[in-house]
């Protein structure tokens, strides 16, 4: 129970103080720890727990084959997963390159053209530059490819062989691999992971699309205004927004008055008398004031859009993130004091 | 005036004189309005904690998104499916994921009762050594221990969209009556939202990123929207004492509204000519 309970809200507590009053105590050592040690000491705790995590995955995929529970075909491609990402990260590095050095300078220009080709380079005289100064410098020239197997590697070596003296193949260290291209890792990263990740990302297209029929349905005056609001938006963010008439943002306007008005109002002839006459009367006057040519920016559409966006928004988001800061604050108060303890599980 | 009121007023006024006092040698020099507003934070929550400790009643509006949980949960037991727990994709580090957890303790107590299956996936170790034990203290707490066991919470993996995938896969599969979002989420989280729409579950949600809150709104049953979710655990508890915190921070809501209709107006006549005292060289 100590050791379960006690020693871990300790250990919250005191850190949870230490990093809360770090902040205005001007003693670099706390400061140190609240900025970097704390954090990295977190980083290196999750570090090692992502064994538990990756065992406990592994043992879930495991059991569902052995026990042919539903679906265990997936978890066949889980484990194979697992042991090929492994394989790449620990125990197949590719990542090989080839040096060479000793040229004859009448062989240099075909050698250059050799590599340029290889590496999809469209002058060869950059190539030439680079081995020229490996020369001068009296050291070995790298070539800026990394080849996934050795084979690949030596079957470019035999195109080299007539123009060089040496030629050596070597791969770059272990750890390194993991971030080169040319590693079977970093190819898996690339070509597998990466893409199958953004299909993923490039579902939201389609799910804000149905998200936002529901959201735009007419229910009631929230969903409305919501709707016109996006229109908005929407319209002031291209470029035919700019061209829309001043009589649409006047409609809009008077739609809006109306809108709020609506409750109000009991006779539906009424109502509706309003918005015509309002909409009559908004063009006439426009037209007799001149605004045909000469527009009042209010009721341009980017004109609205800025302002739905630098006000409304910016406030109802900023209410949003002050009742979220104090909940974490609040939240944080209780940890800290240790009244709050769910997280330990009481 | 109250007399516990009158202490931590002079106590307030004790330790801003020492910050004074040592500022520039031992405290950070600049920091003052900062480490006021800590001082007076931490006190208001602290003074109302005590308050609710010594029996003052203290009202609290009911939250329909906190109401529904227990209905959520008898929907699964009634239609004979799962309930699905997704406490976001950030580590122990934040506290929506905390606060999260603390919720998981709430859900998982009702599935002990109600004898329903729970799945927590989850995309961080720490995460789900924390939910196991919040999961186990909760089985024990409905005095179901045997229902309990391990894999209920399992690792996915750490990748955002993988772990997405994952849940959603199953989703699909298992086909859960009951799905909550309680916790940090990003992107994934209209992803997961649609994907619970669309086989039909009853959906809560409720995150510390502002962001993702309308997602939720769209299109999940209920939402707990921006403080809500985090005095989710304490509403939910009961206890005294946490149910005193969420009244401070009312009142430190309300002081916070005083604060910015001060500074408008002080700004404004500053920006006059009225006064020659400007309240932002001190914010």
Known sequence: MFLKRHVPLLIVIGVGLLTLFGHFIQYKSIQDFVNNDAMQWFDIIASFAIFLGALNMLKLQVIKIIKKQKNWQYSILAVAGFAFVIFAGFFYRGANFITISGFENDKLPELSSIIAEELNEDSPYFIQTKILASQTENTEYEIDKRFLTAGAAKRFMEKLTPYVENINLEAKIWGSHVLMEGSLFYWIFFYIKTPLELAMFSLLAFFVASASYRAFRIRNFEATLLLIAGIILMLGRVPIGGLIPWWVGSTIFILGICAIAAPFIRGRKILVGMVGGGIIFSIIMGTLMGWNQNPPSIFSIPVIQDWIFAYPTVAGSRALKIGIGLGIVATSFRIIIGLDRSFLGE | ?283
């Open chain 2, 1 to 283: 005036m109250n007399i516990k009121v009158i202490m931590w007023s002079i106590f307030f006024l004790i330790v801003m004189g020492l910050y004074k006092m040592g500022e520039g040698v031992i405290f950070v020099e600049g920091l003052r309005i900062q480490f006021a507003a800590v001082i007076i934070i931490s006190i208001t929550i602290y003074y109302y904690i005590d308050r609710a400790r010594s029996g003052a009643d203290i009202y609290l509006r009911t939250i329909p998104g906190l109401k529904a949980l227990e209905e959520a949960v008898g929907r699964a037991t009634e239609m004979g499916k799962s309930v699905l727990f997704v406490p976001g994709i950030s580590d122990l580090d934040q506290v929506e994921t905390i606060t999260g957890l603390n919720i998981l303790g709430h859900v998982a107590e009702h599935t002990a009762k109600y004898e329903t299956s729970l799945n927590v996936p989850v995309s961080k170790s720490i995460v789900m050594e924390a939910g196991r034990e919040v999961c186990k203290e909760a089985y024990l707490r409905a005095g179901r221990p045997d229902l309990y066991y391990d894999d209920m919470v399992h690792y996915v993996t750490e990748e955002q969209f993988a772990y997405t995938a994952g849940i959603t896969g199953i989703m699909e599969r298992d086909k859960p009556a009951a799905c909550f979002y309680l916790g940090k989420f990003y992107a994934e989280s209209l992803i997961l939202a649609e994907a619970g729409n669309s086989i039909g579950a009853l959906q809560i949600a409720g995150t510390g990123s502002y962001s993702q809150i309308p997602f939720f709104v769209t299109a999940c049953d209920y939402t707990l929207i921006g403080e809500e979710f985090f005095v989710a655990s304490a509403y939910l508890s009961k206890k005294p004492e946490l149910v005193g915190s969420i009244k401070g921070q009312d009142i430190v809501k309300l002081l916070v509204m005083i604060a910015i209709a001060l500074t408008v107006v002080l700004n404004g006549f500053f920006q006059s000519g009225w006064i020659s005292f400007d309240i932002l060289s001190y914010l």
